[in-house]
């Protein structure tokens, strides 16, 4: 005779029996949601393409997870929404004439290279997308800076570069800038009515989705403000020192600074995890951008995404270093 | 020409000057060391397990140079190669039989209940520590796999809830039994087949409510094998050191199905 | 100054919803002895009491059953006259079996203290006193079991200048603490009298977080006038306000060094419900062998704010708050966040059992294993300003030596980093064991030198 267990077991636990009701997955959803105003504003301004790349990169991504997880014969993941972030994050740095091809590979390389060989979400250094985005501007540079042509800099003008190439063209010949940032062109900036990725353009939606971020308490304040503050200070030492630098607001809104800062820089896996480290992240990503944006004579003329990565590689010596004392200790 | 018959020369030569380098270092700085821990460790049998109480085979055998531990630690070790060993360091040495852990629980699921679900860490002894653990049998295995962790040669496997330990591959190193934070490890001989596969000290009446196949302490074992299982309380337990015992009938008669034949 | 908001408010620290609304406003109600009394010989730190009477015997009320073994122990009473039943081992709500005595009451409830009463306490030695409060085997009741009478002798070298009355309740659900101070508001600035003038404490505090607006209001009409610098102190909400450490550093500033005591600060911390036992015990000459328990969670049907004597079955008390209601999950001693899931209902309560908390389905979170997301959530929670994300992959990975070099042995198992987790990593049970690993290691290499 066999003993026979109570029908209904009580489950039993380590102490706390209570939970906040945060997840990783409504974590992932709320910067889902924080993403849709720069998706409304590509789609404005780059049309059919930008639905594309995004549904195509998320597409992948997603596929690329739940094969990965399947392969390695581990729980899948794909319902905790990281895959699809990846794949907006990555849509949205890729310009809108990219072939669907070259994003479906970049999303490969995020999902399986960047994170599924080093564990998956939790586990990988370096933040997919800009893995991705650095794989294709490394192994495609025509396609990843080829833009359409669009009359931004003037009614009349049309230009198929971005502005910070236009800018960098000028550093490396010494002629005077190509154009200047007065009002209405500043406003073409903010609102994202310019050549760029398609995510990366508009500063107004970036900055609407990244109220909603702090609001929610996604993210805080430290990296966005050290990222910012340090590349705001740099511009102005930069135009006191030479005659042929460009104002800080077109640093601001150029390039995909404000994604970088509000979406990037602000992954929680790559970046050091106390705020004196986050600090100490934000002021080395801002520094590096700037000095590739402005010292070095390379082909790449935004330096955000290097800069994060470059920095996500310090993380774990950041860490090292900004440990804290508990209290009642004394050093 | 120059193109590539510079660079072949400079890494060429830097190659040769590190070479160089490192010879020159190798001979100036060599430490002289006993060349019986090379021969020693070529003995044994490099499973770096720990099993000895050293960091490794090469340091067993520094050890064993220094005449600092004797050549029968390593359960490993084959009784040729600690002959061997003994020869080499002008020992004599008694080899003892080679010994296989076992765990000393068959309560698997469909047998001993779990009286909670527990939801934690897959860990023992932080199971354990939570309500005294879901194994309504307190001397049970808890099944999450601590000893597995620690094998090094990956011969347990949870079967049901209950761990098991492959004697074929077992290395009898003894890191499972300081693993197991119910002590139901233990190193057997080899040739012993026939286990009370309980560690409950419970009375008969507790052993029946949580598992079906745990010791009662009825004794029917002890008249059957000739004084090579004893009570030690309201638990039977086999005395290792008698010749191993092969009476079948004890599996038959042991009315708490606890006594079986393994492997 | 009779009121002060607290100046300081200490670092981290979670809000979880309080869930006190279902049971503050219920009185305490005094509950009838259950058929069997299964009383626990280890219901406080340090060594389990050791029985002076043997199975078949009979015991009067207030009887000692059970002394103190050795310093860090608290005596045991028979809460209730009957017959010894058995000694034996049984479960805890700490989770680890322990020897305890099986008592059958009589039916009489014949009573016989052998503490005599003490009204003149203001005239009698600190000391006595000390000792009246080590005999009635009291013990902290706010969950950790500290005995009590140890406190009250503080070596000559650490004088203490402030005495803080805890009435945080920080914990969810439980509300007795909050009762006591209602209904006995009197007798708990006199037990503060008390244990101040045995630590000859010039400042006394009573602490109460502003949730609890009532208690407040009761306790300020109730300052005795002749209490020179006694203040209620009215704390932030936030969890674990409770905490000794915490709760003088939001008092007073003061902060407690690292594996050091209150007193190295000059202050010493009394729960609200010790507080009212030790008045019990010196004016009344009562052994601590009841408590106030509250019965709550959405599992049971009348939740209830509960007078019992130590040794009742949680079964009992469920049943007298009209018993389970709906589908039961999980068992929970004390609050939610630091108290012990329980096997079953057959556990008996302790002088340490602040709350019993029946909890149906969609008030339990499953822990999972999900890997750390580096969201650094634990890292603002956690009020002892640890880094439990890091701590836990150290223990994951096996790495005790380095989770010791990370502080975690001062780590309190408050639970706010698993609180927090949006990975929902079960972050206190890796500190637990981790800190197991460690104390193991440390008895294993014997006493430490110096």
Redesign the interface.
Known sequence: ??????D?????????????G???S??MADVLIALIPAFAAACWFFGWNAVRLTAVCVAACLITEWLCRKAMRRANTIADFSAAVTGVLLAFNLPPDLPSWMAIAGSVVAIAIAKQTF?????NPFNPALIGRAFLLISCTGAMTTWSASNWLSPDAITTATPLSLVKETLKTGDPLPFTMTGPMTWNFFIGNMNGCIGEVSAAAILIGAAYLLIRRVI?WHVPVAFIGTVIIYGLIHMTCSANAMPVHFHLLSGGLMLGAFFMATD??T?P???IG?IIFGIGCGLLTMIIRTVINGDYPDGVSFAILVMNAFTPLI?RAC????????K | MNEWLTPIMWIGGIGAFCGGALALAAYYLSVPEDPRIEQVTNELPGANCGGCGFAGCADYAKALVENKTSPDRCPVASSAAVQAIGALLGKAVVASGRKVALVLCGGCN???????????ITDCA?AAA??GG?K?CSFGCLGYGSCLRVCPVNCITMVDGVAKIDSSACIGCGKCVAACPRNLIQLVPEEAKIHVLCSSRDKGSVV?????VGCIGCRICVKLSDGAISMDGFLAKVDYTKPPLTNEELVEKCPGKCIRKVG | MKRLYAPFN??GG?S??YHKETTCNSPLRELPLPPLLTISMSQHLGAPAKPLVSPDDTVVGGQMIAAAAGMISAAIHAPTSGRVVSIGDAATPLGRPAPAMVIEPDGNHTWQSPLPPITNWREVAPRTLAERVGAAGIVGMGGAGFPTHVKLSPPADKPIDTLIINGAECE?YLSGDNRILLEHSAAVWEGAAIIAHILKATNIYVAIEDNKPDAVRAMEQAIPADLANASLCVLKTSFPQGSE??QI?SVTGR??????LPMDVGCVVENVATTYAIRDAVINGQPLVTRSITVSGDAVAAPANLIAHIGTPFSYLVEACGGVSG??????SGG?????????LDVTMTKTSSGL?L?SPS?????TS????????C?NAC?????P??LSQYIESEDIANAEA??VM?CF?C??C???????R?L??HM?RAKAIIMAQRRAAGPRPG
């Open positions: 005779m066999k003993p026979q267990a109570p209904n077991l009580l489950l039993v636990s380590s102490s706390p029996h209570t939970h906040s945060s997840s990783v409504r974590i564990g998956g979400l939790g586990y805080t929680m896996v970046t995890i106390t705020h986050l860490n440990k804290r004392l508990p209290f009642g200790r004394k | 469909t047998e001993a209940i779990r009286h909670f679900s527990y939801n934690g932080a939570i309500a879901d309504a029946r409510k949580v598992c079906g | 200490f670092r979670v979880p919803t969810p450490k915490h550093f902060t407690v060094p690292a594996g050091g589908t039961l999950t999980k068992v929970v939610t966040m630091m108290g012990f899931a329980q096997a079953s908390l909890l008030q339990v979170k499953q822990f999900q890997a750390c997301i580096s969201c650094g959530r890292l009020p002892m300003r640890l880094m994300a890091e990370s502080f001062d198992e639970g706010s698993a609180f927090v987790c949006p990975a929902h079960p206190v049970q637990r």
